[in-house]
Each structure stands twice: as structure tokens, then as C-alpha cells.
């Protein structure tokens, strides 16, 4: 069982930055790809991006490509997105989630961080 909480998340102006973090109760860290997620109102959750075991492989949605940066730190088992040039789109909870490595699916999810980006 891997429990994340995730932090960080908040209120922010149009271009403006913030760093999210994900804390993961789990001495295997390492064992898992980690990413983020996130769902604004009325909407479907999304990808965001995620990152390998070791943080050498990472992937993006298109729409934070250049803007969100991800990473890890495994000695601290804990997970980032790295947030500028925020947009109000970019407005909704943000989710971290894990998935053992080489399974398809995403088995662990955190509560939610809400982000707001005010125009």
C-alpha cells in the first residue's frame, strides 16, 4: 500500500509559479512511475505528466509542454511539478499518482491539491 499526500497548491496570478509536492509512504519508491493528474470542474481528470523510476524519462501533456516541469527525489520519496507561466486554464485540483513499474495502470492516487490561477 503506498499512501501520497500532495502540497503545495494555491492561489496565483496569470504567470505566475508554483511548485507542487507529492510525499509517498513507501520505502520502494523507486519501484514506482509517478505522475500527475488533474481535473477542473465539470471536467474529466487529465494527464499531466509523469516520470520514470530514476527520473531520466519523463513525459508531458501537450498542454504544459515548456511551461511544467517534472521530478523526484527518491532519497526523500517525494514527487514535483515545477508550475510557471500558469494560465487560468491551468485551474483545477492536481492529483499525484503511482503506479507500480511495467503495470498499465495507475493503482495509487493523493487527495488533491487545489491550484487557482487568477486572469
Known amino acids: 500500500q503506498v499512501q501520497l499526500v500532495e502540497s503545495g497548491g494555491g492561489l496565483v496570478q496569470a504567470g505566475g509559479s508554483l511548485r507542487l509536492s507529492c510525499a509517498a509512504s513507501?520505502?520502494?519508491?523507486?519501484?514506482?512511475?509517478m505522475a500527475w493528474f488533474r481535473q477542473a470542474p465539470g471536467k474529466e481528470r487529465d494527464f499531466v505528466a509523469a516520470v520514470n523510476w530514476i527520473g531520466t524519462s519523463t513525459e508531458y501533456a501537450d498542454f504544459v509542454k515548456g511551461r511544467f516541469t517534472i521530478s523526484r527525489d527518491n532519497a526523500k520519496n517525494t514527487l514535483y511539478l515545477q508550475m510557471n507561466s500558469l494560465k487560468p486554464e491551468d485551474t483545477a485540483v492536481y492529483y499525484c499518482?503511482?503506479?507500480?513499474?511495467?503495470?498499465?495502470?495507475?493503482?495509487?492516487w493523493g487527495q488533491g491539491t487545489q491550484v487557482t490561477v487568477s486572469s
Open positions: 513507501t520505502r520502494t519508491f523507486n519501484l514506482y512511475t
Open positions: 499518482a503511482a503506479r507500480p513499474n511495467g503495470r498499465v495502470g495507475y493503482n495509487y
